[in-house]
């Protein structure tokens, strides 16, 4: 689903960049702020702290997650804690970018983990497109996505909105 919006902002001229959470060793936020007082890196050293400056170069940033228990992933929650920290820690470094959330869910409980990407976005004071229906596919595999009509139109119609945004901001 992501790699589908992807390809559309990209081919409306946009740079993009793909980057997988799953299977990474992220640990969950330990709340010590040490990055409000020493501002830009996290003091666990790990994939966080190389995937936030891609954050704050970006125009557009897109969270997909999939359904688990009606959440996110672990490794999702522990991208929003810690890089939402940091991005306070550091003045709202991702203040007025645009922000789109999607998700796969075999049968229910999509809409909650929108919920928490979109509540993300919208503390950060980021600008928040949206689509025809919201930004799910009800889908266990690519296969399932591909025949999922509404699904791919949803995306579709989100990609369109994101490269209309990125025009108008830029
Ligand atoms: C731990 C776990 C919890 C899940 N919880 C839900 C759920 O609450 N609702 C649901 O419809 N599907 C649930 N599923 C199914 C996944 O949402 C579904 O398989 C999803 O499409 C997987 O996407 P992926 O291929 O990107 O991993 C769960 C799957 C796992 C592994």
Redesign the pocket.
Known sequence: MLRYVLDIVGKAGHETEFYQAGGKPVRGCLGCAVCWDKPGKCVQDDWINEIYPKMKEADAIIIGS?????DLTAEIKALIDRTGYLAMGEGGTLRRKIGAGVT???????VHVLDSIQHFFLIQGMILPGSTYWNLSV???PADFEADDEGLRTMANLADNINWLLEKLN
């Not at 999939?66 to 009606?70: E, G, S």
């Not at 796969?104 to 999509?110: D, I, N």
């Open positions: 999939p359904t688990y228990f009606a796969a869910v075999r049968r229910a409980g999509g889908a266990c595999n």
